[in-house]
């Protein structure tokens, strides 16, 4: 049966039955909401301010979007979000869905936590990390509608101490790979979290540089 949640139509196809079925087996109750939440403050947004997006691609963002703090996607070495964009990728193309859909779904997941840059982008790309800065942040709270903060999260709740449980999981995803935070706004979360962490710096970055000047 179709749902609808705070008066979205959420997607329900082959493909987003799957991308559902494949996300909910590999995070937990707290990502899962947390991802299906992001969708449907993407989709509100999109609808608020008069964009044009294809439900299926933002469906399928929002629900890869953390899929890199998760084990089983989880490279040693690469951006967890550039881990995220990879499974979705390696999922869409399995799928047949056209290369430049594609693009546009590896770009939103890849960029969703460098702001000031998606709002720019494609339809995708910026409802995706608006809908995440809602869900994490807070951000264009009262944009959204008591009933429709209220239905979203009667559905899929923002249950288990939901902000410091979700830095947790962030700090889980990324602790074993430091370097992979720099000129990210997950620098913060080791900053936190982590006694040994030292945030790398640019401008020494500069300075040491094996240029003479």
Known sequence: MTEIIAGIRVPDSALTRAATQLVRDSEDDLLYNHSRRVFLWGALAGERRGLSYDPELL???????????????????????????????????????VERDIED????????????????????VALLTAGVEMDVLGMAYDDFTPMQRDHVCAHHPREHNFKENVIDHFANGIIKKPLTTFGNVKADVLALKDPSYR???????ILGSPWPT
Do not use: K
């Not at 953390?66 to 799928?95: C, H, I, K, W």
């Not at 779904?105 to 995708?124: D, F, K, S």
């Not at 945030?199 to 970055?205: A, K, L, Q, T, W």
């Open 59 to 97: 469906y399928v963002g929002a629900m890869f979007h953390d899929m890199g703090l998760t084990e089983a996607y989880a490279s040693p070495d690469l951006r967890f979000e550039v881990d995220g964009a990879n499974a979705a990728r390696q999922f869409l193309t399995g799928y047949g869905v």
């Open 105 to 124: 779904v590896w770009a939103a997941i890849a960029l969703h936590t460098t702001p000031g840059i998606p709002e720019h982008m494609r339809p995708t």
């Open 199 to 205: 945030r790398m710096n640019f401008c020494n970055i």
